[in-house]
Nanobody, 125 residues
């Protein structure tokens, strides 16, 4: 069993930056693909970014390419999401997710077995 805990959310002005962290416990994530999703009020949870463990390939939603960066520190069992140039419409709860030993596509919620509780990101205009 893996427990994921997100942190780093908060209130930021439009154009600002935040770095989210997701720390895992219970298992090492070195052979886990990891992803970030977000869910705005009244909307479905959507894919933001992912990192595939087998080849370190990174995927991004088109809406965040060039502004968000996913990275990991396996020694700290932590995954990060650096978010720059944030927009008000990106206000949402951001969730970290883990896919053990998974090397397929990472865009769907169903690709992941474990989820964190989420961290709120609010971008003011």
């Amino acid at each position: 069993q893996v427990r994921l805990v997100e942190s780093g959310g908060g209130l930021v002005q439009a154009g600002g930056s935040l770095r989210l962290s997701c720390t895992a416990s219970g298992r090492t994530i070195s052979t886990y693909s990891m992803g970030w999703f977000r869910q705005a009020p009244g909307k479905e949870r959507e894919f933001v970014a992912a990192n595939r463990w087998s080849d370190d390939r990174r995927y991004y939603a088109d809406s965040v390419k060039g502004r968000f960066t996913i990275s990991r520190d396996n020694a700290k069992n932590t995954v990060y999401l650096q978010m720059n140039s944030l927009k008000p419409e990106e206000t949402a709860v951001y969730y970290c997710a883990a896919a053990p030993h998974y090397s397929g596509d990472l865009f769907a919620l169903g690709d992941y077995d474990y989820w964190g509780q989420g961290t709120q990101v609010t971008v003011s205009s």
